[in-house]
């Protein structure tokens, strides 16, 4: 059974940094597209950044040039880093991990507050 579990969030005020981990069991993550999103209150949960097999990324406009995500295949981790923090980054962030037979598996989040 795959089992991906998310680290690293908190409070913070705006400008600042946190980096957020997924752990993943059950399973190699080398192979497979990894993601996280996010879920802000009353809002969809919505794409942050995806790193594909060959840690080719991809980003939303919104966190683009501020978040930077990356792999470890030998650890099973996917990492976020997130710079210069706004409060509209305020959110609960989940690790994502897609088959190629388009099952997905989720983490159970981790929240982000964006404060002063």
């Known amino acids: 059974q795959v089992q991906l579990v998310e680290s690293g969030g908190g409070l913070v005020q705006p400008g600042g940094s946190l980096r957020l981990s997924c752990a993943v069991s059950?399973?190699?993550?080398?192979?497979?597209?990894m993601g996280w999103y996010r879920q802000a209150p009353g809002k969809q949960r919505e794409l942050v950044a995806t790193i594909s097999s060959d840690r080719s990324k991809k980003y939303a406009d919104s966190v683009k040039g501020r978040f930077t995500i990356s792999r470890d295949n030998a650890k099973n981790t996917v990492d976020l880093q997130l710079n210069s923090l706004k409060p509209e980054d305020t959110a609960v962030y989940y690790c994502?991990?897609?088959?190629?037979?388009?099952?997905?598996?989720w983490g159970r989040g981790t929240q982000v507050t964006v404060s002063s």
């Open positions: 059950g399973g190699a993550i080398s192979p497979y597209v």
């Open positions: 994502n991990l897609k088959r190629f037979n388009g099952n997905q598996y």
